[in-house]
């Protein structure tokens, strides 16, 4: 089957401008996560969502990030007001909820992010 | 102390010889655990999961796990220039099964 698919697969912006990044998990996989890359860097944790239960915002940066997820499938991350140091790539992960969590993650391509 | 920790490397190791990959973790409730490839402007990649004691083996690639240690190795065969990459090492969390992952150990195989 498919696999996690994300859009646009790379965004130019300008200071100040919002962007949405677009994740789409594979079907039946209840729990998403989204992270950012910088480069060279190792996977910053930006927001997990797991099944029907509040989702953990504990990774994102500041208030100008926001992510949803609509009908438990496709998510949208937010970046409000972009800044230079969002430029990064930004990673959607999926896996399924399995009891005693052997939740194995399968990632899309990424969108890289530059701000200009 | 980080919740999941890797030398950052780079580990350099000559073609045809052992790659060995370390892994330590804080969460005495984790109970799995994930290892990941990831290439130089690509996605990680995941090749190998364990959850129990000892060792599992898949091609060139053994994991092994050690609970009372809160240590998992991945070991790499017979190396190929093909397996540089960077490998994450990545947990559950006990409490929420939230996916933890460690900083990364670059690998350079030598040909």
């Known amino acids: 089957g498919a696999g996690v698919s994300q859009s646009p697969s790379n965004k130019v912006t300008e200071k100040g401008k919002d962007v949405e990044l677009r994740c789409d998990p594979i079907?039946?996989?209840?729990?998403l996560y989204w992270y950012r890359q910088s480069l060279g860097q190792g996977l910053e944790f930006l927001i997990y969502f797991q099944g029907n239960s509040a989702p953990d915002k504990s990774g994102l940066p500041s208030d100008r990030f926001s992510a949803e997820r609509t009908g438990g499938s496709v998510s949208t991350l937010t970046i409000q007001r972009t800044q230079q140091e969002d430029s990064a790539v930004y990673l959607c992960?999926?896996?399924?909820?399995?009891?005693?969590?052997?939740?194995?993650?399968?990632f899309g391509p990424g969108t890289r992010l530059t701000v200009l | 102390q980080k919740e999941v920790e890797q030398n950052s490397g780079p580990l350099s190791v000559p073609e045809g010889a052992i790659a060995s990959l370390n892994c330590t973790y804080s969460d005495r409730g984790s109970q799995s655990f994930f290892w990941y490839r990831q290439y130089s402007g690509k996605s990680p990649e995941l090749i190998m999961s364990?959850?129990?004691?000892g060792d599992k083996e898949d091609g060139r690639f053994t994991a092994q796990l050690n609970k009372a240690s809160q240590y998992v190795s991945l070991l790499i065969r017979d190396s190929q220039p093909s397996d540089s990459a960077t490998y994450l090492c990545?947990?559950?969390?006990?409490?929420?099964?939230?996916?933890?992952f460690g900083k990364g150990t670059r690998l350079h195989i030598l040909p």
């Open positions: 079907s039946g996989h209840t729990a």
């Open positions: 364990i959850y129990s004691n």
């Open positions: 992960a999926s896996s399924l909820e399995v009891a005693g969590g052997r939740n194995e993650q399968f």
């Open positions: 990545a947990v559950n969390r006990g409490r929420d099964d939230k996916i933890i």
